[in-house]
Every structure is written in structure tokens, then in C-alpha cells.
């Protein structure tokens, strides 16, 4: 049973140019989420899909978007990237069930090196 | 406000001895769930243990106990018998269940053990 998936695993783009990352979810998973971690911090949530939708949003500006396909799996586009934009991307899947704890299950991340 | 705190950036155990993680948290919703997650330097969230607002015990899983103390808003995480393969950052978080799947992050300890 895989895991979840992401790709690139690294990646190193220019000020201005726009990026887009790859994420599979663990197999049974419907929902997606992504974080951006910054060097030396917590991951903070970016948004969450679920059925093609965007559920929720954290506090990031509209350069961020993404999108989730009828199999699941979700994109994350950054938008005229800054050299803040550096970070490993993390994607996480869950299953929603509604009085269950929803774990959420991380995949190895993308590493975005904006210079 | 933050929701999770995290105090201790860097802690050191000796191989085989028992260590305490800190975090307290910050919520108003009564229905809340807390996890666990380390992350080794490969970068992967691996989930370590999930304690439920509503239960009434501490969670357990191995070596991993959690000692939930819902009045104070802690949720410290106890490793016990540390091996060398425990240095990572470790990670609480928490998810509000009425809000949504957002999970909020702390901004880790990094643990090392020392032979």
C-alpha cells in the first residue's frame, strides 16, 4: 500500500517564476492538504481539498492556489515566486469520517529553493 | 495567540533514559484532537501518537505515552528507553475538530540522543 507521494523532491526556481507541485494521496484517502515549512519551523497549513474543492485556507496570499483531481490527487501553483517561497512543501492525505480523529498522513515533501 | 507552544528548541537524553517533550495548547473548542509527529532529517512527518480531548485516558503507543493534562492544556510527550534512532525534531499539533481538518503545528524540539 503506497504511501503518499510527492514530486518533485527538489526544486530550484527564480524570483518571479511559478512553480507547480505534485502530490498523491495514500490509497483510501480522499483529502488533501498542503504546508509550506520554513528552515527551523512548524509546518503551517496552506489549504485542504476535498472533492475537487477547496475546503479551507490558511493565511496565504492568493499566489497560492491549487487544485485536486476526480482521483484525488492535488497540485500546489506558487505564483510569482519570492526568495521567501523558500521551504519544503509538505502534502498530507486523510480520509474524511466525521467522529474519527482524522490522522493525517505526511509525504516526503518538496524542497523549493527560490533564488 | 498561539495554539500550540512548544518551549524547549533543543533537548539532549542519554541512550536508554526516559525523556519529556513539552507542549500546551490553546483551543475554545471542547472537541479537539493531539498528535505527535517526528521528523527525522529526511524531512517526512511520521505520526507518533493521537490523544482525543473526550478521552479519559493517557495514550500509549510502545515506547511513546502521552500525559495529557486537560486543565493545565499540556500534552507532553514521554519517550521512554530513548535509542539513538529517537534524534529528530518532534512535533506537537493539534486539530480543532469543529473548525475543520486544520492541523496546527508547534515549532518543535530536536531531540538527540546521546550514546
Known amino acids: 500500500d503506497a504511501g503518499v507521494t510527492q514530486s518533485p523532491t527538489h526544486l530550484i526556481k527564480t524570483r518571479g517564476q511559478q512553480v507547480t507541485l505534485r502530490c498523491s494521496p495514500k490509497?483510501?484517502?480522499?483529502?488533501v492538504s498542503w504546508y509550506q515549512q520554513a528552515l527551523g519551523q512548524g509546518p503551517q497549513f496552506i489549504f485542504q481539498?476535498?472533492?475537487?474543492?477547496?475546503?479551507q485556507r490558511g493565511n496565504f496570499p492568493d499566489r497560492f492556489s491549487g487544485h485536486q483531481f476526480p482521483n484525488y490527487s492535488s497540485e500546489l501553483n506558487v505564483n510569482a515566486l519570492l526568495l521567501g517561497d523558500s521551504a519544503l512543501y509538505l502534502c498530507a492525505s486523510s480520509r474524511i469520517d466525521r467522529g474519527r480523529y482524522n490522522e493525517q498522513f505526511f509525504g516526503p515533501g518538496t524542497r523549493l529553493t527560490v533564488l | 495567540a498561539q495554539k500550540i507552544t512548544q518551549t524547549q528548541p533543543g533537548m539532549f537524553v542519554q541512550e536508554k533514559e526516559a525523556v519529556t517533550l513539552d507542549c500546551t495548547y490553546d483551543t475554545s473548542d471542547p472537541s479537539y484532537g493531539l498528535f505527535w509527529y517526528k521528523q527525522p532529517s529526511s524531512g517526512e512527518m511520521i505520526f507518533l501518537i493521537y490523544q482525543g480531548s473526550y478521552d479519559q485516558q493517557n495514550a500509549t503507543e510502545g515506547r511513546y505515552s502521552l500525559n495529557f493534562q486537560k486543565a493545565r492544556k499540556s500534552a507532553n510527550l514521554v519517550i521512554s528507553a530513548s535509542q539513538l534512532g529517537d534524534s529528530a525534531m518532534y512535533f506537537c499539533?493539534?486539530?480543532?475538530?469543529?473548525?475543520?481538518?486544520?492541523?496546527?503545528f508547534g515549532t518543535g524540539t530536536s531531540l538527540t540522543v546521546i550514546p
Open positions: 490509497s483510501g484517502h480522499d483529502t
Open positions: 499539533a493539534m486539530r480543532e475538530v469543529n473548525t475543520g481538518n486544520q492541523f496546527y
Open positions: 481539498y476535498y472533492e475537487e474543492e477547496e475546503r
